[in-house]
């Protein structure tokens, strides 16, 4: 879930840095795209008993020097990737099952996703 909201993060600090109006709309679908992600997964961990939380983490959350447009979207397809590596462990799981359809959404998105943000940086 941090990691979720860590993209949406990183892609507002793209958005305020981005000047070219086609990257613009790229990284603005992208965002929207893992905010509609955030309550995905905030309802399947509620789903599971948990409470979903936003606990930023170091590795992609906080700005701790100034990134280039690059710097950020390459940190957002980290994050994504990611997130994906952490749905494929655990989708197989039997707790997960009545929750395998939104999480697999979830991950086809980051997939598309991260497929648009690397034509955003070849652009």
Excluded: Y
């Excluded at 993209?7 to 305020?16: D, I, K, N, Q």
């Excluded at 447009?69 to 994504?80: G, N, T």
């Amino acid at each position: 879930m941090a990691s979720e909201w860590a993209c949406v993060r990183t892609l507002r600090r793209a958005e305020s840095i981005c000047d070219d109006p086609g990257q613009l709309e790229v990284i603005k679908r992208v965002r929207k795209d893992c905010s509609v992600n955030c309550v995905s997964l905030a309802n399947i961990i509620r789903g599971l008993g948990g409470r979903p939380t936003d606990i930023p983490s170091a590795r992609f959350s906080l700005k701790l020097v100034e990134e280039s447009l690059a710097d950020c979207l390459d940190l957002a397809q980290s994050a994504q990737q990611h997130i994906i590596a952490e749905i494929d462990t655990m989708i197989d799981g039997p707790e997960i099952k009545p929750w395998r359809d939104p999480l697999s959404l979830v991950r086809e998105l980051h997939i598309v996703d991260t497929r648009w943000l690397k034509s955003a940086i070849v652009s």
